[in-house]
Every structure is written in C-alpha cells, then in structure tokens.
C-alpha cells in the first residue's frame, strides 16, 4: 500500500482515549492493514515528549528511613518508562539510576545514615521530559529492642519497622498463635505495626527485635474496646493525643498475669482501651504536651472490673 503522507495536513487523532499529535508526519508510524482510510485521509499516531511527572514523594513514616524506600509519583500519559536517580546533591555520585521503571518503586541496597537527593523524568521515542522535583532523604540505622515476657500469656505488639513480620521471625519462642482483637480473635501469622496480639509463651524470658525506629504512628480505633500496640519509645498517657480531640478514653490496661492499669505505652506492649466513638489515637514522641485527650481519672483497683466491665478475655487455648 503506498500513501503519500507528506501530501496530508496536519491533524489531531483521539483513538482510544489517547491523543497523539503528528508533527510535520515525520514520526508518523502506518499500521500496515490496520490504516483505517477516510477518503484521502489515513488515520496515524505519533508520540509527543511526556510531561514532567508530578507529586514525586516519598512514602515514609518519618525521617529516619530504612534502606528500603518506597518512591511515588504520578504516572503520565503516554511515558514508556521512567528514570529514576537517587545519588548525592548533584547527581554525580549515583546509588540508583535505572531508566526501566513503570511505576513507584521500592528501592535497594541503600547505604544506612545516608543522606540522598532523589529525581525523576517521564520518557518516551519522542524524548524526555524535565527531571522532577528533588526530594531528599536519610536513612536510618537499625536499632535493637529488648521486649520483657511472662511466662503464659502476654499482650504484644512490634514496636520496630521490619522487614520479616512473620510472627515466629520477630517472637520465635512464642508457643501459641497470635491472636489479633477484631469483635472476636483472629489468628494472625503476620504481624503489624500498631496492632496488639496475645501471644503464649513457656517462661519468663527477654526477646530482642532490631529493626528501624518508629518515632510516631497513628493507631485506628472502633467504638468500644480496642487493643492497640506501640511505637519504639515509651508514650505516657499524658502525650497522647486523638482525633477528634474530644474523644473519650478508657485508662490504658496491660496484662501481667491480670490486668493493670498503664500510664505509659510501653514498646513492644499491647494494651486495651474503650472508646466512646471510632478515630484515631496519636502516638508521638515528639508530642510533650497534652493535646486535647479525654481521659478519665484511674479508678481505684478494686472498682477497675465494676466501671470497666466488658474487656475481653485473653484467648482460651
């Protein structure tokens, strides 16, 4: 089939939701059978340079960040891929410069307590677009924590960012399932941040967990009780803070043999609470004032069960 492009005038085609400019039919591309004619018109594309991705961020919980960082950006229409670099202020010295990139990436084999600046640019055959905004980052090094269990049962939560939440990777010694608070308990092989679980162990005994610091994290809660976890640093009551401001909290109870009632949220700890209505609990370490928390005084001991009465049981296996 011969077609004499270069006699055609320039137009605009939208096919399939993709609109292609064709710039004086130099880059024009025939579909061979598929060239749909319409009169002495054939119907074409050809790909314009891509826009400048935008929002580039990075997806993270604070500053101190682990090796593994999770980079996003908006996708932009008609981009074969990205390139993306992550290197010193400059870009000269590059740790990442991979031009094969689709979508948010998960990047590797950072170095630890490592400042990095981060771009990146949309391409396509037309070409490539501006590099984006610059964001920067350090990451972390990884920290250890001792968590103090009981023999028996023992409300726990993970208190580090890691990269293995199986629950027999971070409490290996553990005998019993972990058993996740929702209505009723959930069998649970992962754990998460934020979330507390009962979790059975043979004897006292001390567990570390390294990891990476969690300096703050906001914790979902229901209307009624909630079993919440903790961040990598002690919380008192007092620094708590939620949403809405006005929410009404219960004293916070752990668990050593019984129930006691906790004025810090301790790290690897799991405590109950009752809520008067769904939001959030803010911990923060950060935090030093009292922002706007309702809690009411600690009863006496005695009357903890008669005023508080409801909590569930620890599992019964």
């Not at 740790?95 to 391409?123: C, M, P, Q």
């Amino acid at each position: 089939m011969n077609t004499n492009i270069a006699a055609m005038p320039d137009w605009v085609l939208v096919d399939n939701s993709q609109t292609w400019i064709a710039e004086n039919f130099k880059l024009a591309k025939l579909r061979g059978e598929q060239d749909l004619h319409l009169g002495n018109i054939i119907e074409y594309e050809t790909p314009i340079t891509p826009n400048t991705p935008s929002n580039f961020s990075i997806l993270v919980r604070d500053t101190n960040l682990p090796q593994n960082v999770i980079l996003s950006w908006n996708n932009v229409f008609g981009t074969d891929n990205y390139v993306l670099q992550i290197g010193d202020s400059l870009f000269t010295t590059l740790a990442i410069d991979d031009s094969t990139l689709t979508t948010i990436i998960d990047t590797v084999n950072l170095e630890k307590g490592k400042k990095y600046f981060a771009r990146v640019r949309a391409k396509n055959t037309a070409g490539s677009s501006d590099w984006s905004n610059i964001e920067n980052f350090t990451t972390g090094e990884t920290q250890t924590l001792e968590v103090t269990l009981n023999d028996n049962w023992n409300m726990i939560s993970v208190p580090m960012e890691l990269v293995n939440t199986l629950k027999d990777s971070i409490y290996p010694t553990s005998t019993s399932q972990a058993f996740q608070y929702d209505g009723g308990y959930i069998a649970q092989e992962s754990l998460k941040n934020g979330i507390g679980y009962w979790l059975k162990f043979s004897g006292n005994q001390t567990v570390l967990i390294t990891g990476f610091q969690i300096n703050n994290d906001t914790l979902e809660v229901i209307e009624g009780w909630n079993m919440i976890g903790s961040i990598s640093t002690p919380i008192a009551r007092s620094n708590i803070s939620t949403n809405p401001s006005n929410m009404q909290l219960s004293p916070f109870f752990g668990y050593h043999n019984g129930y006691t009632v906790s004025d810090t949220i301790q790290p690897g700890k799991a405590y109950w609470t009752k809520s008067d209505v769904a939001g959030q609990i803010v911990l923060d370490k950060n935090n030093t004032t009292t922002r706007g928390i309702h809690i009411p005084p600690v009863p006496a001991f005695r009357s903890i069960i008669r005023r508080w009465n409801g909590k569930p049981d620890a599992p019964r296996r």
